[in-house]
C-alpha cells in the first residue's frame, strides 16, 4: 500500500486546495469591504470622523482621497 500516490498527485493535490483557500479568502474579503463601503456612506460625520480624519462626509472622503 506504501508508495501508491505519486509526489505529482500529493503536489496538484494542495495545488488545488490552495488555490480553494485563495478563493475563498477572496470572497470572504470582498463581503467585509462591501459591508464597510455601505457602512461608511451612510455614517453620520460624528461616527467615521474619528476614524477618518476631517472629511465632511463618507462620499467626500472617497473623492478628495490622495491614496
Not at 51 to 67: I, K
Amino acid at each position: 500500500m506504501r508508495g501508491r500516490y505519486s509526489i505529482a498527485s500529493a503536489v496538484l493535490l494542495l495545488k488545488v486546495i490552495a488555490v480553494a483557500v485563495a478563493i475563498g479568502v477572496e470572497i470572504h474579503a470582498i463581503f467585509h469591504l462591501s459591508c464597510d463601503f455601505l457602512r461608511l456612506l451612510r455614517a453620520s460625520p460624528q461616527k467615521y470622523k474619528p476614524h477618518l480624519g476631517s472629511a465632511e462626509t463618507g462620499l467626500s472622503f472617497l473623492n478628495h482621497s490622495t491614496v
